[in-house]
Protein backbone atom coordinates (compact mmCIF):
# COMPACT_ATOMS: atom_id res chain seq x y z
CA UNK A 1 0.00 0.00 0.00
CA UNK A 2 0.86 3.90 -0.58
CA UNK A 3 2.52 4.95 2.57
CA UNK A 4 0.61 8.23 1.92
CA UNK A 5 -2.61 6.88 1.78
CA UNK A 6 -2.31 5.92 5.19
CA UNK A 7 -0.33 9.29 5.90
CA UNK A 8 -3.61 11.32 4.53
CA UNK A 9 -5.77 9.06 6.30
CA UNK A 10 -4.61 9.67 9.49
CA UNK A 11 -4.49 13.05 8.71
CA UNK A 12 -8.02 13.19 7.65
CA UNK A 13 -9.28 11.48 10.67
CA UNK A 14 -7.71 13.87 13.23
CA UNK A 15 -9.15 16.89 10.97
CA UNK A 16 -12.86 15.39 11.02
CA UNK A 17 -12.26 14.54 15.06
CA UNK A 18 -11.94 18.10 15.59
CA UNK A 19 -14.77 19.16 13.69
CA UNK A 20 -17.93 20.17 16.17
CA UNK A 21 -20.02 18.79 13.57
CA UNK A 22 -18.35 15.08 13.84
CA UNK A 23 -19.60 14.73 17.49
CA UNK A 24 -23.05 16.05 16.78
CA UNK A 25 -23.28 13.58 14.05
CA UNK A 26 -21.91 10.97 16.18
CA UNK A 27 -24.39 11.77 19.11
CA UNK A 28 -27.14 11.52 16.69
CA UNK A 29 -27.05 8.06 16.85
CA UNK A 30 -25.89 7.03 19.99
CA UNK A 31 -28.73 9.26 21.19
CA UNK A 32 -31.33 7.53 18.97
CA UNK A 33 -30.39 4.44 20.35
CA UNK A 34 -30.45 5.92 24.14
CA UNK A 35 -34.00 6.94 23.22
CA UNK A 36 -35.05 3.75 21.70
CA UNK A 37 -34.16 1.97 24.82
CA UNK A 38 -35.74 5.14 27.36
CA UNK A 39 -39.28 4.47 25.08
CA UNK A 40 -39.41 0.83 25.46
CA UNK A 41 -39.13 0.32 21.36
CA UNK A 42 -37.67 -3.18 22.75
CA UNK A 43 -40.54 -4.37 24.72
CA UNK A 44 -42.73 -4.09 21.64
CA UNK A 45 -43.34 -6.25 18.70
CA UNK A 46 -44.26 -6.25 15.17
CA UNK A 47 -44.43 -9.08 12.60
CA UNK A 48 -42.24 -11.60 15.54
CA UNK A 49 -39.64 -8.76 15.50
CA UNK A 50 -39.29 -8.13 19.26
CA UNK A 51 -36.40 -6.88 21.55
CA UNK A 52 -33.29 -5.94 20.70
CA UNK A 53 -34.56 -7.08 17.27
CA UNK A 54 -37.38 -4.50 17.03
CA UNK A 55 -34.69 -1.88 17.59
CA UNK A 56 -31.95 -2.71 14.71
CA UNK A 57 -35.12 -2.62 12.43
CA UNK A 58 -35.93 0.88 13.24
CA UNK A 59 -32.30 1.69 13.17
CA UNK A 60 -31.74 0.90 9.83
CA UNK A 61 -35.07 2.73 8.83
CA UNK A 62 -33.56 5.79 10.40
CA UNK A 63 -30.07 4.96 8.65
CA UNK A 64 -31.43 4.62 5.32
CA UNK A 65 -32.80 8.13 5.96
CA UNK A 66 -29.68 10.22 7.27
CA UNK A 67 -26.64 8.09 5.90
CA UNK A 68 -27.12 8.36 2.57
CA UNK A 69 -27.60 12.22 2.03
CA UNK A 70 -25.26 13.28 5.56
CA UNK A 71 -22.45 11.25 3.38
CA UNK A 72 -22.94 13.13 0.01
CA UNK A 73 -22.93 16.64 1.82
CA UNK A 74 -20.32 15.74 3.89
CA UNK A 75 -18.13 13.75 0.98
CA UNK A 76 -18.35 16.31 -2.19
CA UNK A 77 -16.65 19.12 -0.29
CA UNK A 78 -13.56 17.20 0.48
CA UNK A 79 -11.18 17.39 -2.63
CA UNK A 80 -12.83 20.44 -4.41
CA UNK A 81 -13.38 22.28 -0.55
CA UNK A 82 -9.08 21.32 -0.44
CA UNK A 83 -8.57 23.07 -4.12
CA UNK A 84 -10.50 26.15 -3.39
CA UNK A 85 -8.93 26.79 -0.23
CA UNK A 86 -5.40 26.16 -1.44
CA UNK A 87 -4.56 23.40 1.17
CA UNK A 88 -4.40 20.80 -1.58
CA UNK A 89 -1.65 22.56 -3.62
CA UNK A 90 -0.09 22.22 -0.24
CA UNK A 91 -0.30 18.90 0.69
CA UNK A 92 0.79 17.75 -2.96
CA UNK A 93 3.95 19.69 -2.93
CA UNK A 94 5.06 16.94 -0.04
CA UNK A 95 5.90 13.68 -0.98
CA UNK A 96 2.27 12.79 -1.50
CA UNK A 97 1.13 10.70 -4.58
CA UNK A 98 -2.51 11.96 -6.05
CA UNK A 99 -3.22 8.33 -5.81
CA UNK A 100 -2.35 8.40 -2.03
CA UNK A 101 -4.33 11.33 -1.30
CA UNK A 102 -7.22 10.88 -3.20
CA UNK A 103 -7.56 7.46 -1.29
CA UNK A 104 -6.39 8.58 1.91
CA UNK A 105 -9.53 11.04 1.99
CA UNK A 106 -11.26 8.10 0.92
CA UNK A 107 -10.60 5.90 3.85
CA UNK A 108 -10.65 8.89 6.00
CA UNK A 109 -14.09 9.78 5.29
CA UNK A 110 -15.71 5.84 5.94
CA UNK A 111 -13.69 5.58 9.03
CA UNK A 112 -15.51 8.44 10.65
CA UNK A 113 -18.93 8.30 9.22
CA UNK A 114 -19.15 4.31 9.80
CA UNK A 115 -17.48 4.00 13.09
CA UNK A 116 -20.34 5.93 15.24
CA UNK A 117 -22.67 4.09 13.49
CA UNK A 118 -21.20 0.79 13.91
CA UNK A 119 -20.58 2.02 17.71
CA UNK A 120 -24.27 3.04 17.81
CA UNK A 121 -25.29 -0.35 16.99
CA UNK A 122 -22.12 -2.63 19.19
CA UNK A 123 -23.32 -0.46 21.94
CA UNK A 124 -27.33 -1.61 22.10
CA UNK A 125 -25.96 -5.07 21.44
CA UNK A 126 -23.95 -4.95 24.57
CA UNK A 127 -26.41 -2.84 26.28
CA UNK A 128 -28.98 -6.19 25.26
CA UNK A 129 -26.44 -8.35 27.06
CA UNK A 130 -25.97 -6.67 30.31
CA UNK A 131 -30.18 -6.31 30.83
CA UNK A 132 -30.46 -9.96 29.65
CA UNK A 133 -32.22 -8.95 26.58
CA UNK A 134 -31.69 -11.80 23.62
CA UNK A 135 -29.27 -10.47 20.91
CA UNK A 136 -29.76 -11.37 17.58
CA UNK A 137 -25.93 -11.34 16.32
CA UNK A 138 -26.81 -12.80 13.08
CA UNK A 139 -29.20 -9.76 12.14
CA UNK A 140 -26.48 -7.32 13.78
CA UNK A 141 -23.78 -8.53 11.85
CA UNK A 142 -25.80 -8.85 8.82
CA UNK A 143 -27.01 -4.99 9.29
CA UNK A 144 -23.29 -4.41 10.31
CA UNK A 145 -22.69 -5.41 6.66
CA UNK A 146 -25.53 -3.81 5.09
CA UNK A 147 -24.61 -0.10 6.95
CA UNK A 148 -20.79 -0.41 5.94
CA UNK A 149 -21.73 -1.20 1.85
CA UNK A 150 -24.16 2.13 1.71
CA UNK A 151 -21.50 4.37 3.54
CA UNK A 152 -19.09 2.57 0.55
CA UNK A 153 -21.20 3.27 -1.96
CA UNK A 154 -22.61 6.94 -1.60
CA UNK A 155 -18.89 7.75 -0.47
CA UNK A 156 -17.58 6.66 -4.15
CA UNK A 157 -20.37 8.43 -5.53
CA UNK A 158 -19.43 11.63 -3.08
CA UNK A 159 -15.66 11.68 -3.74
CA UNK A 160 -16.63 11.02 -7.49
CA UNK A 161 -18.55 14.32 -7.41
CA UNK A 162 -16.05 15.79 -5.60
CA UNK A 163 -12.83 15.33 -8.30
CA UNK A 164 -14.87 15.78 -10.75
CA UNK A 165 -16.43 18.99 -9.55
CA UNK A 166 -15.19 22.64 -10.41
CA UNK A 167 -16.64 24.18 -7.29
CA UNK A 168 -18.17 23.28 -3.84
CA UNK A 169 -21.24 24.80 -4.37
CA UNK A 170 -21.60 22.82 -7.68
CA UNK A 171 -20.44 19.46 -5.86
CA UNK A 172 -23.22 19.85 -3.39
CA UNK A 173 -26.04 20.97 -5.84
CA UNK A 174 -25.30 17.83 -7.90
CA UNK A 175 -25.10 15.94 -4.51
CA UNK A 176 -28.34 17.03 -4.12
CA UNK A 177 -29.94 16.56 -7.30
CA UNK A 178 -28.45 12.81 -7.37
CA UNK A 179 -29.97 12.31 -3.97
CA UNK A 180 -33.45 13.78 -5.49
CA UNK A 181 -33.67 10.99 -8.08
CA UNK A 182 -32.58 8.33 -5.84
CA UNK A 183 -35.18 9.02 -3.46
CA UNK A 184 -37.40 9.45 -6.20
CA UNK A 185 -36.83 6.61 -8.02
CA UNK A 186 -37.84 4.14 -4.97
CA UNK A 187 -40.77 1.21 -5.72
CA UNK A 188 -43.63 3.54 -5.81
CA UNK A 189 -42.85 5.54 -8.84
CA UNK A 190 -41.56 2.51 -10.56
CA UNK A 191 -44.81 0.99 -10.02
CA UNK A 192 -46.14 4.61 -11.58
CA UNK A 193 -44.67 4.38 -14.40
CA UNK A 194 -45.38 0.26 -14.76
CA UNK A 195 -48.80 1.63 -15.19
CA UNK A 196 -48.79 4.60 -17.30
CA UNK A 197 -46.46 3.35 -19.82
CA UNK A 198 -47.38 -0.56 -19.61
CA UNK A 199 -43.48 -1.41 -19.59
CA UNK A 200 -42.33 -4.89 -19.10
CA UNK A 201 -42.44 -5.30 -14.90
CA UNK A 202 -39.23 -7.40 -14.99
CA UNK A 203 -37.62 -4.16 -16.96
CA UNK A 204 -38.79 -1.75 -14.03
CA UNK A 205 -37.51 -3.89 -11.44
CA UNK A 206 -34.45 -4.08 -13.17
CA UNK A 207 -33.93 -0.59 -13.28
CA UNK A 208 -35.27 -0.15 -9.77
CA UNK A 209 -32.42 -2.87 -8.41
CA UNK A 210 -29.82 -0.08 -9.86
CA UNK A 211 -30.99 1.99 -7.48
CA UNK A 212 -28.30 1.14 -4.64
CA UNK A 213 -31.30 3.13 -1.87
CA UNK A 214 -34.12 1.14 -3.14
CA UNK A 215 -31.41 -2.11 -2.95
CA UNK A 216 -30.76 -1.45 0.59
CA UNK A 217 -34.69 -0.23 1.52
CA UNK A 218 -35.69 -3.68 -0.22
CA UNK A 219 -32.35 -5.70 1.77
CA UNK A 220 -33.65 -4.62 4.99
CA UNK A 221 -37.13 -5.36 4.34
CA UNK A 222 -35.60 -8.94 3.77
CA UNK A 223 -35.27 -9.56 7.15
CA UNK A 224 -38.28 -7.85 8.60
CA UNK A 225 -40.55 -8.77 5.94
CA UNK A 226 -39.10 -12.24 4.09
CA UNK A 227 -41.49 -12.48 1.71
CA UNK A 228 -41.29 -8.39 0.86
CA UNK A 229 -45.52 -8.17 0.99
CA UNK A 230 -45.07 -4.56 2.39
CA UNK A 231 -43.66 -3.82 -1.53
CA UNK A 232 -46.86 -5.37 -3.02
CA UNK A 233 -46.64 -6.99 -6.64
CA UNK A 234 -42.57 -6.19 -6.96
CA UNK A 235 -42.06 -8.30 -4.23
CA UNK A 236 -42.95 -11.35 -6.43
CA UNK A 237 -40.51 -10.32 -9.31
CA UNK A 238 -37.87 -10.04 -7.26
CA UNK A 239 -38.30 -13.54 -5.47
CA UNK A 240 -38.92 -15.05 -8.35
CA UNK A 241 -35.62 -14.08 -9.83
CA UNK A 242 -33.33 -14.51 -6.72
CA UNK A 243 -33.90 -16.63 -3.69
CA UNK A 244 -33.46 -14.30 -0.50
CA UNK A 245 -30.40 -15.50 0.68
CA UNK A 246 -28.79 -14.52 -2.71
CA UNK A 247 -30.63 -10.92 -2.69
CA UNK A 248 -29.10 -10.43 0.79
CA UNK A 249 -25.82 -11.24 -0.69
CA UNK A 250 -26.41 -9.48 -3.73
CA UNK A 251 -27.17 -6.38 -1.18
CA UNK A 252 -23.70 -6.19 0.13
CA UNK A 253 -21.82 -6.95 -2.80
CA UNK A 254 -23.60 -4.39 -5.23
CA UNK A 255 -23.42 -0.94 -3.22
CA UNK A 256 -19.35 -1.98 -2.60
CA UNK A 257 -18.52 -2.46 -6.31
CA UNK A 258 -20.63 0.90 -7.45
CA UNK A 259 -18.83 2.47 -4.79
CA UNK A 260 -15.06 1.23 -5.63
CA UNK A 261 -15.62 1.73 -9.59
CA UNK A 262 -16.95 5.32 -8.59
CA UNK A 263 -13.75 5.69 -6.36
CA UNK A 264 -11.61 4.45 -9.53
CA UNK A 265 -13.12 6.76 -11.81
CA UNK A 266 -12.77 9.47 -9.67
CA UNK A 267 -9.39 8.66 -8.84
CA UNK A 268 -8.90 8.21 -12.64
CA UNK A 269 -9.70 11.87 -13.61
CA UNK A 270 -8.17 13.39 -10.59
CA UNK A 271 -5.04 11.83 -11.32
CA UNK A 272 -5.36 12.96 -15.25
CA UNK A 273 -6.41 16.78 -15.27
CA UNK A 274 -5.56 19.64 -13.89
CA UNK A 275 -6.69 19.44 -10.21
CA UNK A 276 -4.79 22.84 -8.96
Not at 34 to 59: D, H, K, N, P, Y
Not at 216 to 245: E, H, Q, W
Given at each position: MDKSIIEITILDVRQNLRSRWFWVYSLLFGGFV?????????????????????????????????????????????VVGDRESNVMEYILSLPVSFTG??????IGRFIVIYVPVFIALLGAAIWGTITN?????NLF?????????????????????????????????????????LVAFLDLLLMGIMLKMRMNPEIV????????????????????????????????????????????VFAIAYPVLLGALLGILGNRHF???DII
Open positions: AIMFAMGITESQIIGFVGLSRLMVTFMQVSMVILPIYVLISTVRSYFWGKFIDVPWTYYSFLLGAMVFCFLGIGMFISAIARSQDMAVSSAFIIWLIIGVGMINPLQVFRTAVLALFDPKLTVMGPASYYILDIVTRNVFINKN
